[in-house]
């Protein structure tokens, strides 16, 4: 069955812009996780959203946000953006919120901010 | 609150020779460790995960890590490397957090591969 699809895989936006990345979980699974990753930070978890609801939310401005759509789809987006929110970021979708549960992850979207 | 300390953010060795990857943990309830494994460009891949039972936990391509709670430690092997093992791998923990599941990650250990 097809990944985890993560669009678009690159992006490049300017300094105060805002920004949408979607996600688009494995089928069946209802639970999807966002996180930032930099070379500096490593990886940071974002948020996690499960059947439409927020249930998880990282140390983050908020000019980060998120949703869920009623077919797990989900999307992020930053609002006015900083030189610091480029980064690689992930989305990881499971069967549902749990701490035993398998995460599988995308390949990501690149965003530099110039 | 839980946290990942991974030793070592570069690990060098020759192909053939045994991997050692080292986290430790800390976490105030009994937690949910994991190992991904990220190539370049790409998303992280599950190597292998430890929620209950065995503390010996084997995964894909040949790793195994051992759960070890008096040391709150987690360290990743592999007896023989391969050049195709040169990667970025990550260690995780997942537990509760003020009331929500909260995953966290390690810094990352790239391993280098000689031939």
């Known amino acids: 069955k097809a990944g985890v699809t993560q669009t678009p895989r690159y992006l490049i936006k300017t300094r105060g812009q805002q920004v949408t990345l979607s996600c688009s979980p494995i089928?069946?699974?209802?639970?999807v996780s966002w996180y930032q990753q930099t070379p500096g930070q490593g990886l940071q978890f974002l948020f996690e959203?499960?059947?439409?609801?927020?249930?998880n939310k990282g140390n983050f401005p908020g000019r980060f946000s998120g949703r869920q759509f009623s077919n797990s789809r989900s999307e992020m987006n930053v609002s006015t953006l900083e030189l610091g929110d480029s980064a690689l970021y992930l989305c990881?979708?499971?069967?549902?919120?749990?701490?035993?549960?398998?995460?599988?992850f995308g390949q990501g979207t690149r965003l530099t901010v110039v | 609150a839980q946290s990942v300390t991974q030793l070592g953010s570069h690990v060098s060795v020759s192909e053939g020779a045994l991997v050692l990857l080292r986290c430790n943990y800390s976490?105030?309830?009994?937690?949910?460790l994991f190992w991904y494994v990220q190539y370049p460009n790409q998303g992280l891949q599950l190597l292998l995960k430890?929620?209950?039972?065995?503390?010996l936990v084997k995964g894909i391509n040949g790793f195994e890590a051992e759960f070890k709670k008096s040391e709150t430690s987690f360290h990743l092997t592999k007896p023989s490397a391969h050049m195709s093992d040169a990667a970025e791998y990550f260690c995780?923990?997942?537990?509760?957090?003020?009331?929500?599941?909260?995953?966290?990650f390690g810094i990352g250990t790239k391993l280098q591969v000689i031939p």
């Open positions: 990881a979708s499971s069967y549902r919120p749990g701490s035993d549960t398998e995460a599988f």
């Open positions: 089928s069946g699974h209802r639970s």
């Open positions: 959203y499960f059947s439409e609801t927020q249930r």
């Open positions: 976490s105030s309830v009994p937690p949910y």
């Open positions: 430890y929620t209950t039972g065995a503390t």
């Open positions: 995780a923990v997942r537990g509760s957090s003020g009331g929500y599941q909260k995953v966290t």
